[in-house]
């Protein structure tokens, strides 16, 4: 495993679900890491958990639907550790409906949350990177944002956007030494998926080729490897981790 030692992470979503893994697999590697999320209680507990193995973490509360609590949060953090070079965005909410019945609301939302919420923190920490002439940024997209999903146009759409953004904050910072990524999971057993039916679950199985749900660590595995030495030659590329769900 490569080291991160020296280098500083920012995780969103770090309360729970991948966002945790993802900041748990960074601070096993060496990262100091900055918990992101609304949910400041659990954003403690996995503060303890990384501290308790011998890892470094601090939380901050951040809000991805307001603009000032995101340019509060990236300050606080780069103020609490000197610098942040390894940005994780994986933040990110839900609200499915059919086309027809999606209001105007629930697109905003989501769009505002997964996508422009992203953009702003983005912004506000890329100039620590530049200062450092190093960085990786990596934005947690997913399978629907490559295949589209029904009932999941907001979604989809701001998974698909995550995706441009990516790769157009690859050419615009690759010059100073700073890598963007996206990790496009598959059919992953969180909070998010475990609301499925029983024939749901199955007839998603049915389209992995593994044959099995993806986990949080299979996610954070990957985020680990963007962000250390090892891919320092990878920018602006979609990693799939979906056990073959889709082949793009």
């Known amino acids: 495993m490569a080291s991160l030692e020296g280098r500083t992470a920012l995780v969103t979503g770090a309360s729970q679900g991948i966002g945790r893994a993802c900041a ?7 990262a100091k890491v900055a918990l992101a999320a609304r949910n400041e209680a659990k954003l403690s507990e996995v ?10 973490a601090q939380a901050f509360a951040l809000d991805l639907a307001s603009e000032e ?6 300050k ?22 059919l086309l027809l019945r999606m ?28 200062k450092a002439r190093w960085g990786r ?6 399978v629907v ?20 953004f990516t790769k157009s904050v690859a050419r615009e910072l690759a010059s100073r030494g700073i890598t963007a990524n996206a990790v496009a999971p598959g059919y992953i057993e969180t909070a998010m998926t475990a609301v499925l039916d029983e024939k749901q679950r199955e007839a998603m199985l049915g389209r992995i080729p593994l044959a099995r749900p993806g986990t949080d660590e299979d996610i954070a595995a990957a985020v680990r ?24």
């Open 103 to 130: 209001k105007r609301a629930d697109w905003d939302a989501v769009i505002t949350t997964n996508l422009t919420g992203t953009f702003l923190l983005t912004q506000a920490l890329i100039s620590s990177m530049m």
């Open 47 to 56: 503060a303890a958990e990384i501290a308790a193995a011998g890892g470094t």
């Open 76 to 97: 606080a953090a780069v103020a609490h550790f000197g610098s942040v070079e390894i940005l994780v965005n994986n933040a990110g909410i839900t609200k499915d409906t």
């Open 145 to 164: 944002g490559e295949t589209g999903q029904a009932g999941q146009a907001n979604y989809a759409a701001s998974k698909a956007g995550l995706i441009g």
């Open 24 to 30: 748990i697999a960074l601070a096993r590697a060496g």
């Open 225 to 248: 490897f963007l962000a250390s030495d090892e891919a320092s030659y990878i920018t602006g590329h979609v990693l799939d981790v979906n056990g073959g769900m889709y082949m793009g």
């Open 137 to 142: 940024i990596i934005n947690i997209s997913s």
């Open 69 to 74: 609590s995101i340019k509060a949060a990236a």
